[in-house]
């Protein structure tokens, strides 16, 4: 009989990745998951962790707290939920949820989210060089959202702190957010954003303009 | 003018001042039934010398975690959040609690220093709260704590109002200084009751299946949401009656909004015999306006396997029930975060205080235990109780004193 191949649990992809991370190991792959919730969650260590193939389901890197985690694939709901230091990187697109409570780090997408990113956001950056067919920001209280596509959904409801940077088409604002001119040092931000993530929606560097800031009114 | 009188007429003028509710302490002040409608009776064993009655319980024993919650007695101090009490309360709360060899749930806002170290030097056990707002709850955070709450009761929407939001204040919440703390109405990354067991392999994932993982509830389908944790694989569930204290909160919610404690233990119990939770190790806990070790004995009875500590807990630690709660300008230092008042509160002697005050209800406990004749106080049941009036026998489900058998739409 032959052997069988058993793919390994979520339980033992994470305690691996626990272990290489206690053991300061600098970086550490996984040639696929399929679908698993809870891939690369409450890692505290600054380990790299790469994916070469998802799509992870749920909560992918949730309460990251140092990591380095990158996904090639698609994502689940409410990646990096929670998380408070580190990187996320999903090259893929991911349902809803990107970021809820982020206080800390960065997340970044490439592709498209549902919605509901960064609601409740009280620090750190998120990036999606994609279209959001939902709402962002709400309730967010600090940190950064920079989305280079376009926004179907709210912008800042009951927003009450934090910065959101759009670049494509949005929907009217609600009376409590309104649109602000960039200063410098948010061009400035956005280059080097660009810089690292290469931006698929610009292809010149003008178009870096394009962005508009949205802030408390 | 009688009392009655005089605090609606308060109430009242303070509504037609401002056009805003009255905003008060959490504690409901009308009557409503309670542990005092139930009187304990032995059965027909010997009783036990107290010496030998055994108190502790554990959470999480024989589940998923590797290190269960062992508490010495069968209580805990019930979640009460930093900005409702202040820095020197919550440090004295940890080290009374880590003294008797019990818990502190906490409350919102991510563990301070002063509570980590009184728990740490006296080797007591804090439960991080897994808020809706996911104030200061971090993975910094969680990896102190020696288990995970998730918070599903429903609390009044603002939290933090912005003139209390100092810079300690906003530190502990993760929300810049001056800013009001919301509390969403429900978890922004739980959307049905399915979700809740993707929360509860969440934390066991990230807290690498080392601690127990518990959920709470308030009033309300309290079968329903009591099933839904067992069947999410939770290692306890916490319920809390509307006579929970709360700092500040307005009428509606102190008098009118969730269930008297002893009228949600029956149906979480049901859910537990339904789902032979018990069987598998999973535990009841209950809290909101426990007054002594007689309330926490006839929890027990009732099917509760640890009671929480409130209102009594924070009189151990100081507070003598000046009713300003909602100040912030407690005259005992308790409910307030002002340095100067905060500084009224020894922690090491309000700390003692509150293990006197906790070994003084673990002695009343032993004596209605040794009364009832029972070897452990885990060994109570509703044999154990009678109701005094009709109501409480209809709510409990526990025979009615007199008549001496449970009512008939108790028997099935």
Partial sequence: MAEEKVAPTTKEINRALRSYAEANKKSVSIDRIKNNNHIAVGLDKPVKVTIERGPAGDFFGALNAGANIILNGNAGRFVGSTMSAGEVRVNGDVADGLGVYLSGGLVSVKGDCSGAVGSHMKGGVIIVDGDVKGDVGESMVGGEIYITGDVDGT????????????????PELHGNVKVKPLGPKDLGAIRD???????????????????RLIEKA | ?????????????????????????????RPMVGFNDLVVVPTRAMAQGSKEIGTDVSIGLDRYSEHPIHLEVPMYIADMSYGEIGRTAKAALALGSALAGSMVLCG????LAEEKGATDENDGRL?????????????????????????MSMDPGILIPPDISTKEVAEAYGIPKGMTANLPVSHLDLKGEDDLKLHVDLLREAMDYKVPILVKFSGGEVYEKVRAAIEAGVDAVVLEGIQAWRARTDDVHAEHAGEPLIGMIPPAIRAFIDTKAKAKGVKLLVQGGIKGGADVFKALAMGADAVGLDIAALVGVGCRMAGVCNSGKCPQGVATIDPRLEAKVSVKESGEHLYNLMTAFTDEIVHLAGYAGLAHVSAATAKNLRALTYDAAAITGVRLVGFDRLLPMWVH
Avoid: Y
């Fill in chain 2, 108 to 111: 919102h806002g991510a563990l």
């Fill in chain 1, 155 to 170: 912008i800042g409801t009951d927003l009450r702190g934090g910065r959101i940077f759009v670049a494509g088409k949005m």
């Fill in chain 2, 1 to 29: 003018m009688d009392q009655e009188k005089e605090e609606l007429l308060k109430r009242l003028e303070a509504d037609l001042a401002d056009g805003k509710p009255m905003i008060r302490p959490g504690i409901a002040r």
């Fill in chain 1, 193 to 211: 954003h660009h810089e690292r993530f290469r931006f698929r929606k610009f292809q010149t560097p003008d178009a870096l303009n394009d962005f």
């Fill in chain 2, 127 to 151: 439960v991080a709260k897994w808020s809706k707002g996911r104030f200061g709850d971090d993975m910094a955070n969680l990896s102190f704590s020696h288990g995970v709450c998730i918070d």
